[in-house]
């Protein structure tokens, strides 16, 4: 494999690493800042000592997942200098100010929620308990930001004196913001948290009622754990939607890919499985009508006129006017201060084009296909996945609000099993974000093939297995630490 393989491949790696530890963060976050809420309205002891306890846990997973984080921001700049070069006074903002001020703010708090107990007031222990939550929230926002950038590069500009991406005033930092491909992801991103949070605490406490402890604890916390998965698994369904209309606007490839989708038309079949499928159900989805077009993959390489009635160019036209963009690009360069006017006649030949210049670095049209395979079962992973652990919870959410959670062993057993399925579900999701995409970091304007650093492939093939051996090891630790943790229960009563 090359470099480009093996330094996605690491990439890949510590990106699904680091979502381990997310989402829980995010909806634990928000578990225990209701318990420390029910603790402080209803001057209830019981709910100080539930609230420490999912705490302690948040913990031990917030510690871990700090240290990934700061790995995979720092693979942009050895892994992909091409790419930080390119983008890095655009991408470097939301990520910079993530940084400076979310985390900061979460890390600050964290400290007076996990350290302040008896020696603050609780009403200030409990802004400190949510403002964590707060901290994480915005830290995700801002990395969807950056995020989303990449699925739908707007408010940028591209400079050919400088040959980067470039925002040129406030407004275009606004659209960035903005952006409804990162307003979507985020809310899907933290809702899939929720979802992760509730199924956690949901298995947890039916542990302990398998083991015949913690009974109350257990009964009390799998109630607010589902209550706040079954919020988060209809805010999911509804923020799928949007990104679903979003993939269709921005990128067509990734939802044919998604889709398996040859050809497309009108009233274009929804694929449950192979074989399978509703009539008319994806454009309903992708367009919000039933007449709505939604391109094929052989369509959008072959080019077609949108819903809109634009025509899209194929990708071989597109590729075609990506390299004029580039020899214009590479003229201009070489003549822009000794003949500054036949300059600037070139720098308007290369900005008609410009758009497509991503596409010149192409070697054939078929190179715009992501693994169909991989993307499609992804997507089937990820809604499966998804409605099974919404019925999980609805289940958990009835029994333990009739208090009728005695003798359902086999429902203990099925929440149990939910703990790896919902982190598959997440990584599904990803898979059809991230994957989807390719050939692209940024999508049209920059192929993976152009984004890399100038290393050897043996050198990122030795970091790879050495980051995957430092991964392992901190995953063993941290999942013996928390069970330590859970296996020694609430501190329900003082010692």
């Excluded at 539930?50 to 240290?67: D, E, L, P, S």
């Excluded at 990395?143 to 040129?168: C, H, K």
């Excluded at 993939?247 to 009233?267: D, S």
């Excluded at 149990?416 to 990803?430: A, S, T």
Aim: aromatic share 14%.
């Amino acid at each position: 494999m090359d470099v480009v393989t093996w330094s996605r491949l690491q990439f890949a790696m510590t990106a699904a690493y680091h979502w381990l530890f997310v989402p829980l963060t995010l909806g634990l976050a928000l578990i225990m800042a209701i318990m420390e809420t029910l603790y402080v309205v209803k001057k209830d002891d019981f709910w100080r000592k539930t609230a420490q306890f999912w705490m302690k846990v948040f913990a031990i997973n917030f510690a871990v997942g700090i240290a990934t984080g700061i790995i995979l921001e720092f693979e942009f700049g050895t892994n992909w200098s091409n790419y930080s070069w390119f983008v890095g006074d655009m991408f470097g903002a939301p990520l910079a100010i993530e940084g400076i001020l979310a985390f900061f703010m979460e890390a600050t708090f964290f400290a007076v929620m996990f350290f302040g107990w008896h020696k603050v007031s609780k009403r200030f222990h409990l802004a400190s308990t949510w403002l964590t939550g707060i901290g994480a929230t915005i830290s995700a926002y801002w990395i969807l930001v950056a995020n989303g950038w990449m699925q739908n590069p707007v408010g940028t500009t591209f400079n050919p004196d400088t040959v980067r991406s470039e925002m040129m005033s406030a407004q275009a930092f606004w659209e960035v913001v903005t952006n409804p491909v990162a307003v979507s992801k985020f809310f899907h991103s933290v809702t899939s948290g929720w979802v992760t949070g509730g199924v956690f605490v949901v298995a947890v406490s039916g542990w302990y009622l398998l083991k015949g402890r913690e009974k109350v604890f257990a009964r009390k916390s799998m109630l607010i754990g589902a209550l706040v998965g079954l919020v988060g698994s209809a805010a999911v369904m509804l923020s799928g939607d949007s990104s679903g209309v979003h993939a269709a606007e921005f990128q067509p490839m990734k939802l044919a890919a998604a889709e398996g989708l040859e050809n497309g038309g009108k009233r274009a079949p929804f694929s449950i499985v192979p074989g399978v499928e509703i009539p008319g159900m994806l454009s309903i989805l992708a367009t919000h009508s039933l007449d709505g077009y939604v391109p094929g993959i052989n369509d959008i390489l072959n080019g077609y006129t949108d819903n809109d009635g634009n025509v899209v160019p194929s990708v071989a036209e597109k590729m075609a006017r990506g390299r004029k963009a580039l020899d214009a690009l590479a003229v201009y360069r070489n003549i822009r201060e000794q003949y500054p006017d036949s300059a600037a006649v070139v720098k308007a030949q290369m900005e008609k084009d410009v758009q497509y210049m991503g596409y010149g670095h192409l070697s054939k049209p078929e190179d715009v296909i992501p693994p169909v395979g991989l993307v499609y079962w992804a997507f089937r992973g990820m809604v499966g996945l998804g409605m099974l652990l919404a019925l999980m919870l609805l289940l958990a959410a009835i029994f333990a609000w009739k208090d009728k959670l005695e003798k359902k062993n086999w429902f203990f057993w099925l929440a149990l099993i939910c703990i790896p399925l919902v982190y598959i579900c997440g990584q599904c999701g990803w898979i059809v974000a991230e994957v989807g995409r390719q050939p692209w970091t940024i999508q049209g304007l920059l192929p993976v093939n152009v984004a890399i650093s100038s290393l050897s492939a043996g050198a990122v093939k030795t970091t790879f297995f050495l980051f995957l051996a430092i991964f392992a090891l901190f995953l063993v630790i941290e999942i013996r630490i928390m069970l330590g943790a859970i296996k020694k229960g609430p501190k329900l009563t003082e010692d």
